[in-house]
C-alpha cells in the first residue's frame, strides 16, 4: 500500500459556495471523498492537505519526499506564480500530477501559464469533480510503472 498526498491550495476551501458555473457545486470535502475513494480501490491511501499559505503547502511537498509514492496537487491561483511551490515540487521524487477543476486555457490570459507544469508528470484539468478520480487513477498508474 502507497500513500498518495492530495494538496489543495488557496480558495479550495470555499468550494461549493460561489461560482459554480465554473467549480461545480460540490465541496473540497466532496473531492477529497472522490479521491479516496479512487485510492482505496486501487488499494493505496490517500492524506489530503489543504492550505491558503504557499509556506504551508511547501513544508508539505517536503515531508512527503522519501514518505509517499505520489503528489496530486490542485495549487489554485498559486499555479500561476509561485515558483517556490515549483522549486519544492522539483525536489519530489516520485510521481506528482498537476490537477484543475477548470480548463484554465479556456479563460483569462493570466491562467494560461502555470510554473508548476515543467515539474510534474502530467496533468488533468476542465474535468470537474471527475477530474479527482482520473488524477488518482493517473498517479497510481505512473506509480506502478516507474522504474
Ligand atoms: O480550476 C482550478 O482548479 C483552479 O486551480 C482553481 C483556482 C484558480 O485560481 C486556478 O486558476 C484554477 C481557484 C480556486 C478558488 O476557488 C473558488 C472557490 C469558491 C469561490 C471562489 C473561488
Request: net charge negative; glycine share 8%.
Amino acid at each position: 500500500m502507497a500513500t498518495i498526498l492530495l494538496l489543495s491550495g488557496p480558495n479550495l476551501n470555499l468550494l461549493g459556495e460561489r461560482e459554480p458555473d465554473i467549480y461545480g457545486t460540490v465541496s473540497l470535502s466532496d473531492l477529497v471523498a472522490i479521491a479516496t475513494d479512487a485510492a482505496t480501490a486501487h488499494g493505496h491511501k490517500l492524506e489530503h492537505f489543504q492550505s491558503n499559505h504557499e509556506g504551508e503547502l511547501i513544508d508539505a511537498i517536503h515531508g512527503a519526499r522519501g514518505r509517499c509514492a505520489a503528489i496530486v496537487i490542485n495549487p489554485g491561483a498559486f499555479t500561476h506564480y509561485a515558483y517556490a511551490i515549483a522549486d519544492a515540487l522539483a525536489t519530489f521524487e516520485g510521481t506528482k500530477i498537476e490537477l484543475h477543476l477548470s480548463n484554465t486555457h479556456t479563460r483569462e490570459s493570466w491562467r494560461h501559464r502555470s510554473v508548476v507544469s515543467a515539474y510534474v508528470t502530467g496533468i488533468v484539468a476542465g474535468f470537474g469533480a471527475n477530474g479527482y478520480r482520473l488524477a488518482i487513477e493517473a498517479a497510481v498508474a505512473a506509480t506502478a510503472t516507474r522504474n
